[in-house]
């Protein structure tokens, strides 16, 4: 299996290097030259689906090495035997990805991610310790340390934002207990931590440094085929689970909806859906940050608009780099296309799909966004018909999976739902939305408040984290960055 530049069809590289480099020389993103075909199997356990799929698409690694992968990411401690179960909820088919150690759906590419990462690095010739350098706003920080703390060969750096981010997230960082991670608090914004990560990253004097000192950079953003590749596993585990609740027979179609930031999750149900799995229409659903309902709406991808600050905040993005992914499938792998149209997006901020695209998109895709009263009311009302608790997230897809059932009409055709985070990850919203004073509880209170509202448990990861001894104490300023960074790595 080789895989290409979505910018460039003479970057031709194996699996192992694709995901050794995280991006593409150039700009470009890593995909598949194809989809190797694949077929749901009530019979099949979560790991066994990933030893499947992983070796698929990764064919210079033994059965033994996949398996050993697939082991250390999923296995119970990290995961529970289900690493992620289905519930019915109110007409849809909740799939909960969060069961992970950080509460959110990153987890169950970001446990993967750093074995994927050493053993491609081995294989690619890569004799080098891995730095990752991750800007985080709030989920990834911390799902990318628990996923890397410990991994031999690797050492990886957060920068989050001091005052930016919930009490919650932050300790959930700083007791962070491993000697191959870091987190620095910046003072600074999330797009100065952002802007520092790219400086440091293109700087080919600290990589010369870097180098000498036996290391170089890799990224754990969703740009990295190794994140996308774990996400097609649990799409064809929910397949399986309508087959064995006998909801569908074999080969019948499903929808599948999921809230979108990056594009990287759905992009991952589409892959799965090219591959084999039964999709019959994707359902992406965005908050008031809408970029990507008008682009599906429209064909016109357009970032010259305002940025707002929502309640479901791992959603809040305007440049979704996924999607131009999804533009190389559709433009039948046009390198050329794909390049010219991304260069006119970073010089004027717009771009526009040719007709056929757009027509080839509608036929697959469906967009729709949700503001924060509707989304609101679907936590609240969910909650009243069946005491089922969404958090924001997951809450803006079931308000989109509505606006999609009104506007098709039900059906029998099964609509799951990808449900991203824990409700306790944040609780404020949700109680806000169940009608509670929000501000009478204080902050860290708010997890057990929704537990005894909800006669529900706090997720295992957000128990009692103000007891946990904090470990991180690093902080900087937002123009000191590089240098803090070659004062860990003693570069
Ligand atoms: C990252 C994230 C998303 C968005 O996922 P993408 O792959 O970026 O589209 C949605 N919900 C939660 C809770 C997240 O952490």
């Known amino acids: 299996m080789k895989f290409y530049s979505t910018r460039d069809k003479n970057i031709c590289v194996s699996g192992a290097e694709a995901i050794a480099l995280g991006l593409a020389p150039g700009g470009g993103l890593f995909v598949p030259e194809c989809f190797p075909a694949y077929a749901p199997d009530a019979a099949k356990d ?68 750093p074995h994927l990462l050493s053993a491609s690095r081995i294989k690619a010739g890569h004799d080098k310790d891995t730095v990752i350098l991750v800007a985080t706003s709030g989920d990834t920080g911390k799902a990318a340390l628990a996923g890397f703390a410990g991994v031999e060969g690797t050492q990886i750096i957060v920068f989050y934002p001091l005052g930016g981010v919930s009490r919650m997230q932050e300790l959930q960082m700083l007791t962070t207990d491993a000697d191959n991670a870091f987190v620095v608090g910046v003072h600074g914004n999330f797009d100065d931590c952002q802007r520092a990560v790219k400086t440091i990253f293109n700087d080919a004097a600290f990589r010369t440094r870097l180098a000498d000192g036996g290391k170089e950079f890799s990224s754990a953003n969703s740009i990295n085929f190794g994140r996308l590749m774990p996400q097609i596993v649990y799409y064809y585990h929910a397949y399986n689970q309508l087959l064995r609740a006998g909801k569908i027979k074999m080969g019948d179609k499903v929808d599948i909806a999921v809230p979108s930031g990056n594009f990287g999750n759905i992009l991952a149900a589409c892959y799965a859906g090219k591959m084999g799995l039964p999709v019959r229409r994707l359902v992406c659903a965005s908050n008031e940050n809408r970029v990507l309902t008008d682009v599906i709406a429209s064909g016109r991808y357009d970032r010259r608009r305002d940025f707002f600050t929502t309640a479901s905040p791992s959603m809040d993005i305007l440049v979704s780099s996924n999607f131009e992914r999804y533009v190389y499938h559709l433009l039948d792998g046009d390198t050329a296309a794909v390049a010219e149209l991304y260069a006119k997006l970073d010089a004027e901020g717009v771009f526009e799909l040719p007709a056929a695209a757009i027509a080839k998109m509608k036929e697959q895709l469906w967009g729709g966004c949700a503001p ?34 009104a506007t098709f009409g039900a ?50 990861a957000l128990r009692g984290l103000d007891q946990l001894p904090i470990c991180q104490d690093l902080t900087a300023d937002k123009s000191e960055l590089a240098e803090k960074v070659a004062d860990i790595l003693h570069v």
């Open 411 to 460: 059906d029998a055709t099964p609509l799951i739902l990808a449900s991203t985070a824990s409700p306790y990850k944040f609780p404020a919203a949700v109680l806000g939305a169940l009608g509670e004073d929000v501000a009478a509880i204080a902050e860290l209170e708010q997890g057990s408040a929704l537990a005894e509202l909800t006669a529900g448990e706090v997720h295992y």
């Open 372 to 405: 924060w009263d509707e989304v609101a009311e679907a936590i609240d009302s969910v909650y009243a018909a069946e005491h089922y608790v969404m958090d924001p997230h997951t809450a803006v897809g079931y308000a989109v999976c509505k606006q999609y059932q």
């Open 46 to 113: 979560y790991p066994q689906l990933a030893r499947d799929i992983f070796g698929l698409y990764l064919d210079e690694f033994s059965a033994d090495e996949i398996a050993e992968i697939v082991r250390r990411s999923y296995q119970v401690g990290n995961f529970p035997a289900d690493p992620a179960p289905l519930a019915s909820v109110a007409g849809v088919e909740v799939l909960e990805l969060w069961h992970g150690p950080t509460a959110a759906f990153k987890d169950m590419a970001l446990q993967a991610l």
